[in-house]
């Protein structure tokens, strides 16, 4: 069995940190068919992916753990819109929004930073609008998770386009789903 590891947030920020590195070097300079494909029905392009990360790192994540910090879950927080990309990336390139995605993501980690959470904050509660009770801790790990599914995400849109081109090795690749 696999061992899991406790949240620490110094690692959550190193992780988050690579996470536009990671993207520019998995999509920038790739042809469009690569980065506007996805995978079927209700999935995310890459492209979308990119803009769909601008949009939590600005309106989920660093807000969400203000809100713990500041009103614990006296309130729920406000609803995220997670299809809110479509509309703020049009027009925009693959290496435009990778640029903004670095950019974003290097502010939010300062802000993250500079709210100084101890340890024993991580704890604190707060209302998720969907879920009920939710703490920073779980907050803040999600926010590295969500990061790591949809660096996964791309990876499997980008696999779906060779999807008839490997044959019969699909079924041995776990990116594919099984027949």
Known sequence: MASKIDFKLDEA???LSRTP?????????????????NYGPETFSPFDVVG????ADD?????????????????????????????ASRGKTIRQLLEEFAEVRQ???????????????LDLPG?????????????????????LNHIHQVAKSMAHQYRGAVGPWAGHLGV????
């Open 13 to 15: 920020i190193e992780v």
């Open 21 to 37: 590195a990671v993207l520019r070097a998995m999509l920038d300079g790739l042809p469009e068919h690569w980065t506007s494909n």
């Open 52 to 55: 769909h990360l601008i949009h």
């Open 59 to 87: 309106a989920d994540w660093i807000p969400r753990a203000r809100h713990i910090l500041q009103s614990q879950d006296s309130k729920p927080f406000e609803p995220f819109d997670r299809y809110a990309m479509y509309e």
């Open 107 to 121: 502010q939010k980690l300062n802000e993250l930073v500079a709210l100084e959470i101890g340890e024993s904050q």
């Open 127 to 147: 209302h998720h609008p969907q879920l009920g009770k939710v703490t920073l801790r779980q907050l803040l790990a999600t926010w590295v998770a969500h990061d």
């Open 176 to 179: 594919y789903p099984k027949s």
